[in-house]
């Protein structure tokens, strides 16, 4: 079955990096566009970042955009998030997720998803 496993979460003082790792298995990687979403406590999850199959398009969302690098390695199906400058409003739980169509803002497109790794910006 698919597989969407997140790491590299961890506690950060604000103005730290963070760099998250999502490894996929039991799908054609490749074939998939790949999303980071989070979801603070008490909040709804909302989009982070996005890029498409190959890598050649990538989206986020303004609050990220400048700080927050997506990408992928296709070769070991895994996507990337390098986040730069945290703030303690980046404190979340980001999951990733992965989906057969484009690169997309809207979670319900996606159709696989992982468990998560929590994010804590300290300030």
């Known amino acids: 079955q698919v597989q969407l496993v997140e790491s590299g979460g961890g506690l950060v003082q604000a103005g730290g990096s963070l760099h998250l790792s999502c490894a996929a298995s039991?799908?054609?990687?490749?074939?998939?566009?790949m999303g980071w979403f989070r979801q603070a406590p008490g909040k709804e999850r909302v989009f982070v970042a996005a890029?498409?199959?190959?890598?050649?398009?990538?989206y986020y969302s303004d609050s990220v955009k400048g700080r927050f690098t997506i990408s992928r390695d296709n070769a070991k199906s895994t996507v990337y998030l390098q986040m730069n400058s945290l703030k303690p409003e980046d404190t979340a739980v980001y999951y990733c997720a992965a989906n057969s169509g484009g690169v997309y803002a809207t979670s319900s497109l996606y159709a696989y998803w992982g468990q998560g790794t929590q994010v804590t910006v300290s300030s």
């Open positions: 890029i498409s199959w190959s890598g050649a398009r990538s």
């Open positions: 039991g799908l054609t990687f490749s074939r998939y566009s």
